[in-house]
């Protein structure tokens, strides 16, 4: 088959920008944006399962 050599291009190229896109968007996010999701496990004020529920 001809042209077969190129799809490996292709693909290190696609997952080198999407790698590089992601990295943009989490450093303009910032540290602040993630906070409320750290500490989301220790927050059980909020739900409160019934033993029955499980």
Known sequence: MEGIGI???I???LFF????LLVIY???KGKH???DAAN?????D???FKESEL
């Open 17 to 20: 920008t999407f790698f590089v």
């Open 46 to 48: 909020e739900i409160n």
């Open 7 to 9: 799809f490996p291009s």
């Open 40 to 44: 989301l496990p220790l927050n059980n």
């Open 33 to 35: 944006h993630w906070d």
């Open 11 to 13: 693909s290190l190229i």
């Open 26 to 28: 989490l450093i303009k």
